[in-house]
């Protein structure tokens, strides 16, 4: 099924602005460096998406890693765009397949 830009209007404008709103940016540093994403991943007994940009710095050869963490990894997915940065879901050139690929796990 594809989701038609219509139908994520909103969102999709929101996705290519910032993410840091209403002066909050050291309250959410914060709170992600409170959390160990490999604290929690292996207690997941659902099916987990992972989306990462190639370029990411942090990505480091991570990416197998996280899906190797997933307790149900036949139905967890990893997706790696190529050419993207951290912030390849602000990439227009990833957009769609970003929002296509999430409809498609769900």
């Known amino acids: 099924v594809e989701v038609s830009r219509d139908y994520i209007k909103i969102d999709y404008s929101s996705m290519l602005r910032g993410g840091v709103f209403f002066e909050q940016s050291s309250k959410m540093f914060d709170c992600m460096q409170s959390v160990n994403p490999a604290d929690y991943i292996p207690h997941l007994s659902f099916p987990l998406l992972y989306l990462n940009g190639s370029n990411d710095w942090?990505?480091?050869?991570?990416?197998?890693?996280?899906?190797?963490?997933?307790?149900?990894q036949d139905n967890s997915r990893l997706k790696v765009y190529y050419g993207g940065d951290h912030f390849f879901s602000h990439d227009s050139r990833f957009f769609d397949d970003v929002i296509n690929e999430i409809n498609r796990f769900v």
């Open 58 to 72: 942090g990505r480091a050869n991570s990416d197998k890693r996280w899906l190797k963490m997933s307790i149900d």
